[in-house]
């Protein structure tokens, strides 16, 4: 069976740049907020490490629904 890679090139490139920078943002972001306490920290930093795309785009949808809630 060939091995056909699921994003190749430019776009592949692209979504890659994008993924790292969603990463890089929620990461941050996570670290510096100061109404997140420590545990609830290191739960969201180990999240977004063990999966990556699906835990950034939690912690953005969660902080969200926070900011409207308030």
């Known amino acids: 069976m060939e091995n056909i890679p699921l994003v190749s090139g430019t776009f592949?490139?692209?979504l890659m740049v994008v993924w790292l920078l969603l990463l890089i943002f929620t990461l941050v972001h996570t670290i510096?907020?100061?109404?997140?306490?420590?545990?609830?920290?290191?739960?969201?930093?180990?999240?977004?490490?063990?999966?990556?795309?699906?835990?950034?785009?939690?912690y953005l949808f969660w902080r969200l629904v926070k900011k409207v809630a308030n």
Request: net charge positive; aromatic share 4%.
């Open 12 to 14: 592949g490139l692209i």
């Open 32 to 58: 510096g907020n100061k109404n997140i306490d420590r545990n609830n920290k290191i739960l969201w930093i180990a999240i977004m490490l063990v999966v990556p795309i699906l835990g950034s785009l939690i």
